[in-house]
């Protein structure tokens, strides 16, 4: 980027409005999230996704993985919906899983996909068939973005608003860089990438960079002790969540940024960095959410 493309980004210093809580409200006021996750050895990943779009707000969470470990899944937490999907002989996604996820994504308020996928050509063709397909909001995370990136010309096709979540090895696949190079540059190379595909990029790792291409916000919450496995996917399942109660993308991940690395440093006050672990994160986005809204549209 020249020096007058970078210029002309607006940086974004107040964080959005919460959504609408009406009084008068019931559950499908506050949309429906469809989370298609998980793999056998990766339940969690599922359960805590699913954990984050409950704690975000949804009117009703149905996550969808493959059939052998749904029983898990379902014993993790009864307030979400579990959909059992074909798997190939490894436990994961099976081709067969495409109709059926494309059918029940048409009808949910937001969709996410890739947290514990697995990766394999099945997989692949899984992720770049619901990216260009499906016309609700996605968040696409992990493997998701691994298959992604093997089909970069995928990337500006969608038919709706995407949200993309990569750390930084995951951001050094879709664009070809090393993570040295992505690390020194993060604002830029974040931009330049959304700005390139049309989508919202969250950029993890401390100070998370959200952007539009048009649009940099900044993320000052959260600390080490998230970097802990499944942190990101109560960050997927809180995207969706907020996507389902109507929130843009550009304001649905902001927000979410903030709220998870709020509900980070919470939880580490009251069980330290080293003892904070992702099932944490859940829980402790109740009281962010209390936090926040006592403190709603002040500067970060």
């Not at 009864?78 to 494309?102: K, Q, W």
């Not at 940024?257 to 330290?272: I, Q, T, V, Y």
């Not at 994160?281 to 970060?300: C, H, I, Q, T, V």
Request: glycine share 12%; hydrophobic share 45%.
């Amino acid at each position: 980027m020249n020096a007058e493309e970078t210029n002309s980004i607006e940086r974004v210093t107040t964080l959005p409005a919460l959504p609408a809580r009406p009084d008068d409200a019931h559950k499908g006021t506050f949309g429906r999230v469809l989370i298609a996750a998980g793999s056998r050895g990766m339940s969690g990943a599922a359960s805590l996704a699913g954990l984050g779009a409950l704690r975000g707000g949804a009117g009703l969470v149905y996550v969808a993985a493959p059939a052998g470990i749904v029983p898990i899944i379902a014993a993790v937490e009864p307030s979400y919906l579990t959909i059992p999907l074909p798997e190939d002989t490894a436990g994961r996604l099976s081709g067969d899983a495409g109709e059926t996820l494309e059918s029940l994504a048409a009808n949910q308020s937001a969709t996410a996909i890739g947290p514990g996928w697995g990766q394999s050509d099945a997989l692949t063709q899984l992720a770049c068939q619901l990216y260009t397909t499906v016309e609700r909001p996605m968040v696409v995370d992990a493997d998701a973005l691994n298959a992604l990136a093997k089909h970069p010309d995928v990337l500006s096709n969608a038919k709706a608003e995407r949200i993309v979540t990569p750390h930084p090895g995951e951001f050094a696949r879709l664009t070809g860089k090393d993570i040295a190079s992505i690390q020194a540059n993060r604002e830029e190379m974040a931009i330049q990438f959304a700005r390139a595909h049309n989508v919202v990029l969250l950029l993890k790792g401390s100070g998370t960079v959200i952007t539009d291409g048009h649009r940099l916000a900044i993320n000052d919450t959260g600390n080490s002790g998230m970097a802990t496995g499944g942190a990101g996917d109560v960050l997927t399942g809180l995207i969706a969540a907020l996507l389902a109660q109507g929130m843009p993308a550009f304001e649905a991940a902001q927000l979410a940024a903030h709220l998870h690395g709020l509900a980070g440093d919470l939880a580490a006050d009251d069980l330290s960095r080293p003892g904070l672990i992702a099932s944490d994160l859940p829980r402790y986005l109740a009281m962010a959410w209390k936090r926040f809204d006592s403190l709603e549209g002040e500067p970060f």
